[in-house]
């Protein structure tokens, strides 16, 4: 098995070399880091629902849609991206997804935990710090006769941008986002206050990868590997493949495993209702309500969000909540009854 120990790559390169190996047949560890900034899609996305391509073409930050699973994410130098291409006939990989996720984490986390920053593996592709932060997702899926598994190691991050390349149904609902990836998504810089050498933690990486496959052999591109580069970037920031539409229905963005932003909107009789949440296990943690109908008094609204705070996010549960508040406080909402807030705040069955 080939070690890739690359550096920074030009355009999208940095994600095309492990698709490129993969319909190869070529089994290896690359590591490398994007020489500019790249926005990037999972496989099962819908790129104009996830991404501002409007913010992104006018910052001259490409878009690709990738060929594994995972969310859309912004991607820079401060990332050190792990990518695992091995036969699915090969006797380490399992049949068992979730197992090659854990069994491939574990070599990252020994590399965090070399640095002085204790990591863990949370299902289904997190690893997180120890106070829960998130540190490493990551991402998989079958390109031709391999299986690829893919991450990342945060130096740094620049979550002002990360936040602005999502699409939003209204620019109001970005700060909730940035909060929460503040909030839950560190980096080595934030653990310890200073960012190791990369050559050093790249050298680390080898070395717990190398207790799972063995002896790496170094490898180099060759032209011909560049060329195959070159050409699956064109196809794959084709608009047939970029804007390709899946069944996948986005209701908001995964801060870490567990963690999610979820808004919505929703026009009743009585006015448009935004709502933006931060759902931690399907508890409400945060709430924002907001829009041009009416409350009176106009005050209690604070009040409403905070008795749907703390709360599972159980149809039957928040419209007893919704409607006791209006018992008790005596709130009027014109034309807007609980079930539009439930609308809004995209609460099933």
Not at 40 to 66: H, W
Not at 170 to 176: A, I, L, M, V, W
Request: charged letters at 30%; glycine letters at 8%; proline letters at 4%.
């Amino acid at each position: 098995m080939y070690v890739f120990n690359l550096d920074k790559l030009s355009g999208q390169q940095s994600m095309l070399i492990f698709h490129l190996l993969a319909r190869m047949g070529v089994e290896a560890l690359v590591l490398v880091s994007p020489k500019i900034p790249l926005a990037s899609i999972g496989y099962f996305q819908n790129a104009e629902e996830e991404m501002d391509l409007r913010f992104c073409k006018k910052t001259n930050i490409p878009v690709m849609r990738r060929e594994v699973g995972g969310g859309a994410t912004y991607l820079d130098e401060n990332q050190i991206f792990h990518q695992v291409i091995i036969k699915r006939d090969n006797p380490i990989f399992s049949r068992n997804i979730s197992e090659n996720y854990e069994r491939f984490s574990l070599p990252v986390i020994e590399t965090y935990r070399e640095f002085g920053i204790e990591t863990g593996f949370h299902p289904v592709n997190d690893i997180l710090t120890k106070e829960g932060r998130k540190i490493d997702g990551e991402g998989s899926g079958d390109i031709g006769d391999c299986f690829v598994w893919v991450g990342g190691i945060l130096l740094d991050f620049d979550y002002q941008v990360m936040s602005r390349v999502l699409k939003v149904p209204e620019e109001k609902f970005r700060d909730k986002i940035y909060k929460s990836m503040k909030e839950n998504l560190t980096t080595m810089k934030k653990e310890l206050g200073e960012i190791p050498s990369r050559e050093e933690i790249k050298s680390v990486l080898i070395e717990k990868f190398e207790k799972i496959f063995g002896k790496l052999e170094p490898a180099n591109l060759t032209s011909t590997m560049i060329r195959g580069m070159e050409k699956l970037e064109k196809e794959f920031t084709s608009p047939a493949f970029l804007l390709k539409k899946t069944p996948r229905i986005s209701k908001g963005v995964k801060i870490r495993e567990g963690v999610e932003v979820i808004y919505g909107i929703h026009k009743a009789k009585g006015g448009l209702i935004r709502a933006a949440q931060e759902v931690e296990k399907e508890i409400i943690n945060e709430i924002s309500l907001s829009g041009d109908f009416t409350f009176y008094p106009k005050d209690y609204l604070e009040g409403l969000e905070g008795k749907l705070k703390g709360n599972v996010r159980e149809k039957s549960l928040l419209n007893s909540k919704i409607e006791e508040f209006y018992d008790k406080e005596k709130v009027q909402s014109p034309g807007v009854e609980s079930e539009d807030f439930l609308k809004a705040m995209k609460v099933e069955e």
